[in-house]
T-cell receptor, first 117, second 114 residues
Framework: KAGVTQTPRYLIKTRGQQVTLSCSPI?????VSWYQQTPGQGLQFLFE???????NKGNFPGRFSGRQFSNSRSEMNVSTLELGDSALYLC????????????????FGQGTRLTVV | AQSVTQPDIHITVSEGASLELRCNYS??????LFWYVQSPGQGLQLLLK??????LVQGIKGFEAEFKRSQSSFNLRKPSVHWSDAAEYFC????????????FGSGTRLSIRP
């Protein structure tokens, strides 16, 4: 079974530009979450999508947005890039569909390393 | 609000020595707790998880963790570390408000002394 695939792996953008990152979840997983990892702030939750609907959102400005397609693939977009947006962006997929007696596991991709110059 | 604290930023142990990484959580009810490992340039891999039941949880790669409600702790242990265990380790708790958000600790970097 293929794991979570994130593309591209590395990206360099200029301040003020916008960027789109892609995440393909494990087949059958309908929940996709995004996280930002920086040396200063650590791992922070961005948002989660389930069945094409945003189910939860972290404390990030509106420049960060996402969407999920009918095949569960997800994209996140960052507009008007700032230097502080340089980070490793991780996507995780999960089979969870809500509260369950079985603890769902989130499977992470290798991430997209975004550098803003 | 839920939170996770990993008090040790960096730990160095000798190969073959035992390891314990500390984790304290703040959560009102029974938490879903996790330990993840991240190798340089890689994503996160789940080592083990706790939801309920037996407070000693076995994971992959020879790791185990013990849930202690009285101490709000979920420490990770390994009896004998290998050089390949050098990585960053994250303790995490699932946010109870939505069941869809994981809150991570700041991580502990593990170095192995030959």
């Amino acid at each position: 079974k293929a794991g979570v695939t994130q593309t591209p792996r590395y990206l360099i953008k200029t301040r003020g530009q916008q960027v789109t990152l892609s995440c393909s979840p494990i087949s059958g997983h309908r929940s996709v979450s995004w996280y930002q990892q920086t040396p200063g702030q650590g791992l922070q939750f961005l948002f989660e999508y389930f069945s094409e609907t945003q189910r939860n959102k972290g404390n990030f400005p509106g420049r960060f947005s996402g969407r999920q397609f009918s095949n569960s693939r997800s994209e996140m977009n960052v507009s008007t890039l700032e230097l502080g947006d340089s980070a490793l962006y991780l996507c995780a997929s999960s089979p969870k569909e809500g509260w369950s007696l079985v603890v769902p596991e989130a499977f992470f991709g290798q991430g997209t390393r975004l550098t803003v110059v | 609000a839920q939170s996770v604290t990993q008090p040790d930023i960096h730990i160095t142990v000798s190969e073959g020595a035992s390891l314990e990484l500390r984790c304290n959580y703040s959560y009102g009810a029974t938490p879903y707790l996790f330990w993840y490992v991240q190798s340089p340039g890689q994503g996160l891999q789940l080592l083990l998880k706790y939801f309920s039941g037996d407070t000693l949880v076995q994971g992959i790669k020879g790791f185990e963790a013990e849930f202690k409600r009285s101490q709000s702790s979920f420490n990770l242990r390994k009896p004998s570390v290998h050089w390949s265990d050098a990585a960053e380790y994250f303790c995490a708790v699932e946010d109870g408000s939505s069941a869809s958000k994981i809150i991570f600790g700041s991580g502990t970097r593990l170095s192995i002394r030959p």
